[in-house]
Nanobody, 115 residues
């Protein structure tokens, strides 16, 4: 069964840090570009960071310099280290391949940043 399971969200004060993890199963992880997406209340889902099969990374301007994406192909996991969090980072965070596939959206993990 193809599945992506996110974890690591929570409530944090502005300026704090969180580390999100995504565990993949049922896909050939190493051949996929992987991304972290987020959807804030009332907004469309957006791609905030992705990492290619070769380890190259790319970030949305809004998170550049604060977030770091990494992957472990042996464990089929992709992580997102989030530092210097801001209230505007509040959202449900999801992982998916890049470009995303509808059937891979999971439940996501909620990140709430208080001011």
């Amino acid at each position: 069964q193809v599945q992506l399971v996110e974890s690591g969200g929570g409530l944090v004060q502005a300026g704090g840090s969180l580390r999100l993890s995504c565990a993949a199963s049922g896909i050939i992880f190493r051949v996929n570009h992987m991304g972290w997406y987020r959807q804030a209340p009332g907004k469309q889902r957006e791609l905030v960071a992705f990492i290619t099969t070769t380890g190259s990374t790319n970030y949305a301007d809004s998170v550049k310099g604060r977030f770091t994406i990494s992957r472990d192909n042996a464990k089929s996991t992709v992580n997102l280290q989030m530092n210097s969090l801001k209230p505007e980072d509040t959202a449900v965070y999801y992982c998916n391949v890049v470009p995303s596939k509808p059937e891979l959206w999971g439940q996501g993990t909620l990140v709430t940043v208080s001011s």
